[in-house]
């Protein structure tokens, strides 16, 4: 016997009769969100107590078991596990603010050593170069681009005269933040040229880009994980320079440089499911293509710092 319309739940939105939390139709949750302040506070716990459980279950399958998240999320077996591009924006987080911390207190222990009053003072001989015949000048001699509105022109000649006093005083700290405040954007751009790759590489296995991208954004998410692991170990081992603590920190260190490429060599196995003849072979095609895609990162990334004094 069906239930009387009359007692049927209908959508709020679409009036269609639904049979669940979500409506079939348009998708809309069926809860109100205006209730008792417990029930709200209720699910808000329950929904980070869920992403702490699947975040330990997510890196705990990254770093230690290579490709599995990628043939996990190929399987349909998902739900368990941070989506993969949520994961790499997290540890890009985590990273880059734990490279900053280094980087900042690697300044600092260098600024204590120099004793007041002998910094180096004599500045650097560098000029940004010549313009129309004569030495580029902000000012006298300022770099103007036909196309461009005068705003822009005046705003590049401002950059290139900070660019060129950073560099004569000597400033490297300041190029250094610079480049790494760019340096999230430059490998999110690498992760679409990696998926190119990885699909000339895989020509005839017949995947999707898609898939390919999957599997880059979780072996960046790895990188970005196991530079974060050798950035605490590092700063560990500086904390805890008493007994044989540093000899473990540094023998962490090390099987993690010797886990990285291999991480990488199991993984494109476990994933494309090749002979270790040819995984070993595309394995050291794909690091050498990738390693130069880095280096033009790199370039890009300290244009791009330069450009951001």
Not at 194 to 222: D, G, Q, S, T, W
Not at 230 to 239: D, E, K, N, Q
Request: hydrophobic content about 50%; some cysteine.
């Amino acid at each position: 016997m069906t239930m009387p319309n009359a007692r049927q739940r209908r959508c709020g939105d679409c009036l269609a009769v639904v049979g669940g939390i979500y409506c079939a139709q348009c998708g809309q949750k069926q809860k109100s969100a205006v209730r008792h302040f417990r029930q709200l506070a209720g699910e808000f716990f329950n929904d980070v107590l869920n992403l702490d459980t699947r975040l330990l279950d997510t890196l705990k399958t990254l770093l230690l078991r290579p490709g599995q998240l990628s043939t996990e999320y190929f399987a349909d077996r998902r739900t368990r596990y941070l989506s993969p591009i949520k994961l790499y924006f997290l540890l890009s987080i985590v990273a880059f603010f734990l490279i900053q911390q280094s980087l900042d207190t690697a300044v600092e222990a260098e600024a204590a050593v120099v004793a007041p009053g002998k910094a180096d003072s004599n500045d650097m001989n560098f000029t940004i170069g010549n313009f129309n015949g004569k030495a580029w000048d902000a000012k006298s001699n300022p770099i103007a681009v036909g196309w461009l509105p005068d705003a822009a022109n005046d705003l590049m000649n401002e950059r290139l005269g900070r660019l060129e006093k950073t560099v004569r005083q000597k400033d490297w700290t300041q190029l250094l933040h610079a480049g790494l405040a760019a340096t999230p954007q430059a490998l999110l751009l690498l992760l679409p040229f990696f998926a190119v790759l990885l699909k000339l590489a895989y020509l005839f296995r017949k995947r999707l880009y898609m898939e390919h991208l999957i599997v880059a954004l979780h072996n960046h998410a790895f990188l970005l994980l196991a530079i974060s692991i050798g950035l605490v170990l590092s700063a560990m081992s500086g904390w805890v320079a008493a007994g044989w603590w540093p000899t473990l920190f540094g023998l962490l260190s090390g099987l993690l440089t010797f886990w990285v490429p291999a991480y990488f060599l199991i993984g494109l196995k476990h994933i494309y499911r090749q002979s270790w003849k040819m995984t070993l072979f595309k394995f050291g095609l794909l690091g050498f293509c990738y390693l130069n895609l880095l280096a033009l990162g790199v370039i890009l990334n300290v244009v791009i710092g330069l450009l951001m004094l």
